[in-house]
């Protein structure tokens, strides 16, 4: 059972560059959703889902698209990296919704330049 | 915005020692989480306490919850040096299980 799983591991763009951050799930969970975590603070909501075909906008959505075509799914894309987005990046899924735990994979470190 | 935030925002402690960490939040919730974070890890849930409840265990952890005060305190019994991580309360809102949001977090270092 391999949980969350995350690609990359690391990676580093330039300015105006896109990229898609990949999640996948494979406890069937219908929740999914992207966090950031900068230095000396904690983690914050990009975007969310609650099942296949329905996302909807978290705390800091700007600069980021997301969809959700698959129950396993949920992709994070950025459509054009400023020095800003550089930050490490989270997805977790929970059963349903958030009134049970979220298991989070294991990040991707994305540095902006 | 941090909906919790956590006190002490670091904490040094010798092993077999109790380490006391505590969160304070802004509004209603349905249930409040804490999560552990190992340097360079992702998050790993801890124990979940809902709104009617007061005091959770689970093995060398134990939660309580003043929603009156809108407080939580997570403390660790007889702590050891893999105990050292980042520990994080987050907290659901009332009327919406759709969103978890996050403090800033407590950093617990155990010497051994």
């Known amino acids: 059972n391999a949980g969350v799983t995350q690609t990359p591991k690391f990676q580093v763009l330039k300015t105006g560059q896109s990229m898609t951050l990949q999640c996948a799930q494979d406890?069937?969970?219908?929740?999914m959703s992207w966090y950031r975590q900068d230095p000396g603070m904690g983690l914050r909501l990009i975007h969310y889902s609650v099942g296949a075909g329905i996302t909807d906008q978290g705390e800091v959505p700007n600069g980021y698209n997301v969809s959700r075509s698959t129950t396993e799914d949920f992709p994070l894309r950025l459509l054009s990296a400023a020095p800003s987005q550089t930050s490490v990046y989270f997805c977790?899924?929970?059963?349903?919704?958030?009134?049970?735990?979220?298991?989070f994979g294991q990040g991707t470190r994305l540095t902006v330049v | 915005s941090q909906q919790g935030e956590e006190d002490p925002q670091a904490l040094s402690i010798q092993e077999g020692e109790n380490a006391t960490m505590n969160c304070s939040y802004k509004?209603?919730?349905?249930?409040l989480q804490w999560y552990r974070q190992n340097s360079g890890r992702g998050l790993v849930h801890l124990i979940l306490?809902?709104?009617?409840?007061r005091e959770k265990h689970s093995g060398r952890l134990r939660v309580t919850l003043d929603t009156s005060k809108k407080s939580s305190s997570l403390l660790i019994t007889a702590s050891r040096a893999a105990d050292t991580a980042s520990y994080f309360c987050?907290?659901?809102?009332?009327?919406?299980?759709?969103?978890?949001?996050f403090g800033s977090g407590t950093q617990l270092t155990v010497l051994p």
């Open positions: 306490i809902r709104s009617n409840e």
């Open positions: 509004t209603s919730i349905n249930n």
């Open positions: 977790a899924s929970s059963l349903k919704q958030m009134n049970t735990e979220a298991f």
């Open positions: 406890m069937n969970h219908e929740y």
């Open positions: 987050a907290t659901v809102p009332s009327g919406s299980a759709r969103q978890l949001t």
